[in-house]
């Protein structure tokens, strides 16, 4: 009985999945199989692939190519073993689009968040923006340290695009916000707390025809970070913080038709950010001037060559990068008039850095993935102290800097995926695959283990 049903269940599918070809598949599922990583853009994509409905993270434009189109990351378990830990928050995330006339379509994404704001939000108590850079202390001199700053994750962006023919044009407009408040009021005085946190961003970018199958698109975005720490007790006893951030990210990526099956793809990326905390007002009985002053930024670039290779039935993309990640923080202290900036520094670099991912086309709606990748890096660390006192020192790292789908900088050298790609009608459904179903059988039928068989997974639907 059940053989008979897997056959009536893999023929239906066969007949139907083959009747139809209206959906477009893609996202970080499919990113994530063909050898996606950070690729310091905040965005999980190998970029040598150079059409994919994830392009619209980083580039408003994308949208004119996917209108009428509705997506959502649903996450799941790991790339492996057991952990489902990554279902929540900034893994989930989803987006809709809808064609208004022929050249405008208009769209949002919806619990996407490629910030620092949360970053900036602990240097009120410490903090660093950047995973492994130095850690800046608390500014906060009141007794009881800072308060908690609750995480933003109320995020929603809107996004508008035109179709000029030849060039696409696209805009988009983030927000977010978190807060907590609480007031009280008695006859001898009052007191408010107030711990809060927003980001407000702005992209624009554009994709151009250059003609004979070339393209050039190009991206470039702004977000501005605050947080306020605020807790009011009689004349404003307990000091006044916040902390503030600027961050600014380009990208461009051509696409140079070769051949019909050959294409050279030529990118580069810069993302950089700024942060300070501040002590607004000081406490009771402390002087105006703070005890010391903080100033952290990041530089993030990435730049590579490589190229995408079609065929009727298999599809391949991949180069090589060097990136680099470089963390500062300059922290002043001022006594008895005279000021001493010490200055730490975390530069990580990478070279070369590998994305390659294959995809063959097992049926009309049936897809097969593998991809590679691999960060062959370093990390230096250096603290300049006053009167000429320095230290430093480098240590190799040669990791895969994936933060998606339980994989992280500590715990791959390599990392080698497997996906699957399929096509119902207008649906999509786009996954990568568990490791270890290939060495114990499908999760999904029977198995007593709870062992995921599948990892991250990308759904849509094409409503053209």
């Given amino acids: 009985m059940y053989k008979r049903f897997v056959t009536v269940l893999l023929m239906v599918m066969v007949v139907g999945g083959s009747a139809l070809a209206d959906a477009k598949w893609g996202g970080i599922a499919r990113e994530l199989a063909m050898g996606g990583s950070l690729a310091s853009s905040g965005v999980v994509l190998n970029p040598f692939i150079v059409n994919d409905p994830t392009m619209m993270l980083l580039n408003p434009a994308y949208q004119s190519m996917y209108k009428d189109y509705a997506w959502m990351n649903i996450a799941g ?207 009771a009985g402390i002087t105006a001037a703070q005890p010391f002053a903080e100033k952290f930024s990041v530089t993030a670039f990435g730049i590579g060559v490589g190229g995408e290779y079609k065929t009727r039935q298999g599809y391949m993309a991949g180069g090589l990068s060097l990136q680099s990640v470089k963390g500062k923080l300059e922290a002043t202290t001022t006594a008895a008039g005279q000021s001493q900036t010490t200055t730490s520094t975390y530069t990580y670099s990478a070279i070369p850095v590998f994305n390659l991912g294959g995809e063959y086309m097992m049926m009309d709606w049936l897809a097969f993935r593998v991809g590679y990748y691999r960060s062959l890096g370093s990390v230096n660390t250096k603290i300049e102290q006053p009167n000429s006192v320095t230290s430093e020192s480098d240590q190799t790292l040669a990791n895969s800097f994936v933060a998606v789908g339980g994989i992280g900088p500590a715990t791959w050298d390599g990392l080698v995926t497997l996906g699957l790609g399929v096509k119902w009608g207008n649906f999509a459904f786009d996954t990568t695959i568990s490791e270890e179903a290939l060495r114990r059988g499908l999760g999904l039928f029977g198995s007593n283990d709870n062992i995921n068989t599948f990892g991250y997974i990308t759904a849509s639907f094409n409503f053209e």
């Fill in 77 to 283: 378990g790991a790339l492996n073993n057991l952990s489902t830990g990554n279902n929540g928050y900034s893994s989930q995330f989803s987006g809709g689009n809808l064609s208004l006339s022929k050249e405008f379509t208009l769209g949002t994404i919806l619990s996407y968040d490629p910030s620092a704001v949360n970053q900036v939000a602990s240097l009120i108590a410490g903090g660093t923006p950047i995973a492994g850079g130095p850690t800046l202390p608390s500014i906060v001199r009141r007794a009881g340290g800072a308060q908690a700053i609750p995480a933003v994750q109320n995020v929603f962006e809107v996004l508008a695009s035109y179709d000029a023919g030849t060039m696409d044009l696209g805009f988009g407009a983030m927000m977010g916000w978190s807060k907590n408040t609480s007031k009280s009021s008695t006859a001898t005085g009052s007191g408010e707390t107030e711990a809060s946190a927003r980001m407000f961003g702005f992209r624009a970018g554009l994709v151009y025809d250059l003609g004979g199958g070339s393209s050039l698109d190009a991206a470039a975005a702004i977000r501005l970070d605050k947080a306020n720490d605020i807790q009011k007790s009689n004349a404003g006893s307990n000091g006044e913080y916040s902390a503030s951030g600027t961050e600014f990210l380009f990208a461009v990526r051509g696409a140079l038709k070769m051949s019909n099956k050959f294409s050279i793809v030529p990118y580069g990326t810069i993302a950089m950010m700024s942060a300070e905390p501040k002590e607004d007002t000081p406490p």
